[in-house]
Nanobody
Framework: QVQVMESGGGLVHAGGSLRLSCAAS????????MDWYRQAAGLPRELVAS???????NYADSVKGRFTISRDNAKKSVYLEMTSLKAEDTAVYLC??????????????WGQGTQVTVSS
């Protein structure tokens, strides 16, 4: 089985910073995507930052220059450093992992989410 766990969310004032962490565990042979999504109340889920095994990284326009995604393949972990936080960043942040346990069958796995609240 594969498990995905996020941590690091909380309450912060506008202009502050937070660092989110996500770790995948289980009998994982290989991971391709490790991504961060967010879903604000009443709005669709959106991709905020994406990373792939080969090193490619992409950000949503709304977070470019403020958020940094990084990855530790040995620890099967991905991180999201958030700075200059705005009220609009308030959302549940979810970690998405695309991986395989047996080399052939790949699947999507999601964490439970961690709440980030930015007060103004």
């Amino acid at each position: 089985q594969v498990q995905v766990m996020e941590s690091g969310g909380g309450l912060v004032h506008a202009g502050g910073s937070l660092r989110l962490s996500c770790a995948a565990s289980g009998s994982i042979f290989s991971i391709d995507h490790m991504d961060w999504y967010r879903q604000a109340a009443g709005l669709p889920r959106e991709l905020v930052a994406s990373s792939r095994r080969g090193g490619s990284i992409n950000y949503a326009d709304s977070v470019k220059g403020r958020f940094t995604i990084s990855r530790d393949n040995a620890k099967k972990s991905v991180y999201l450093e958030m700075t200059s936080l705005k009220a609009e960043d308030t959302a549940v942040y979810l970690c998405h992992v695309y991986c395989t346990e047996d080399k052939w069958q790949w699947g999507h796995y999601w964490g439970q989410g961690t709440q980030v609240t930015v007060s103004s």
